[in-house]
């Protein structure tokens, strides 16, 4: 039965959904690892069906200012995928691709920005293209746009995107660990409804 709202899932599609995020965020550790020479692994991911304020909260609060990386995707999958960077991980990358680190998001200059969006794609496309592999579908990505903002704000583009759809916003994702340290970042991605259902068809728990 194709689903509706983001609540309707039941617990072996989510549950699926946890494993396509563990193989996806794994792959975008992987990269961000490579990247920066140092040993970065996820945690366990989360697949959270939430409403717009949970879902903010669950990223650390309305007016927390973060960087977010989002890219648009389309082709067999329509939706969002964000990254979501706070001023730790923000730092991580700045110290080991530049030399140098900043106090507060103000001092993002643009060559800053630029090593924090070509991060946060290469993080997505990591994702991505493992979500591509297992599924066996084709997704195009569009160009990275990049934010500094309260993530209240951050995240309603997704909700503006696709609140017509649902009142609930599905999120699968979870935090880095970087050389044994924990940091509060987030990769999530969010499908349409009709990507959604066509990526449980593809993957074997949903017949229609």
């Given at each position: 039965?194709a689903?509706?709202?983001y609540?309707?899932m039941?617990?072996?599609?989510?549950?699926?959904l946890?494993?396509?995020?563990?193989?996806?965020?794994?792959?975008?550790?992987?990269?961000?690892s490579?990247?920066?020479?140092?040993?970065?692994?996820?945690?366990?991911?989360e697949?959270?069906?939430m409403?717009?304020?949970e879902?903010?909260?669950?990223?650390g609060?309305?007016e927390?200012?973060t960087?977010?990386v989002?890219v648009?995707?389309s082709?067999?999958m329509?939706?969002?995928?964000?990254?979501?960077?706070?001023?730790?991980?923000?730092?991580i990358?700045?110290e080991t691709?530049?030399g140098q680190?900043i106090?507060?998001?103000?001092?993002?200059?643009?060559?800053?920005?630029s090593?924090?969006?070509e991060?946060?794609?290469?993080?997505?496309s990591?994702?991505?293209?493992?979500l591509s592999?297992?599924a066996g579908?084709?997704?195009?990505?569009?160009?990275p746009?990049?934010?500094v903002?309260m993530?209240?704000a951050?995240?309603?583009?997704?909700?503006?995107e696709?609140?017509?759809?649902s009142?609930?916003?599905m999120?699968?994702g979870g935090n880095?660990?970087?050389d044994?340290?924990?940091?509060?970042s987030?990769?999530?991605l969010?499908p349409d409804?009709r990507s959604?259902?066509f990526l449980l068809?593809k993957?074997g728990v949903?017949?229609?």
């Amino acid at each position: 039965m194709a689903i509706k709202t983001y609540d309707q899932m039941n617990s072996l599609e989510i549950d699926t959904l946890r494993e396509i995020g563990s193989i996806g965020t794994g792959n975008a550790a992987t990269a961000l690892s490579q990247m920066l020479g140092k040993e970065v692994r996820i945690t366990l991911p989360e697949v959270r069906i939430m409403g717009y304020n949970e879902a903010i909260e669950w990223i650390g609060g309305p007016e927390a200012v973060t960087a977010g990386v989002l890219v648009k995707m389309s082709g067999d999958m329509g939706g969002i995928m964000l990254s979501v960077q706070k001023l730790e991980l923000v730092n991580i990358i700045l110290e080991t691709m530049l030399g140098q680190s900043i106090q507060d998001y103000e001092e993002l200059a643009e060559l800053e920005r630029s090593a924090l969006i070509e991060i946060g794609n290469i993080m997505i496309s990591a994702f991505v293209t493992a979500l591509s592999g297992l599924a066996g579908i084709d997704v195009n990505l569009t160009v990275p746009a990049f934010a500094v903002d309260m993530q209240g704000a951050i995240l309603a583009v997704p909700m503006a995107e696709y609140g017509g759809m649902s009142d609930y916003l599905m999120t699968i994702g979870g935090n880095f660990v970087c050389d044994g340290k924990e940091v509060p970042s987030h990769l999530m991605l969010s499908p349409d409804l009709r990507s959604l259902n066509f990526l449980l068809r593809k993957l074997g728990v949903s017949d229609e």
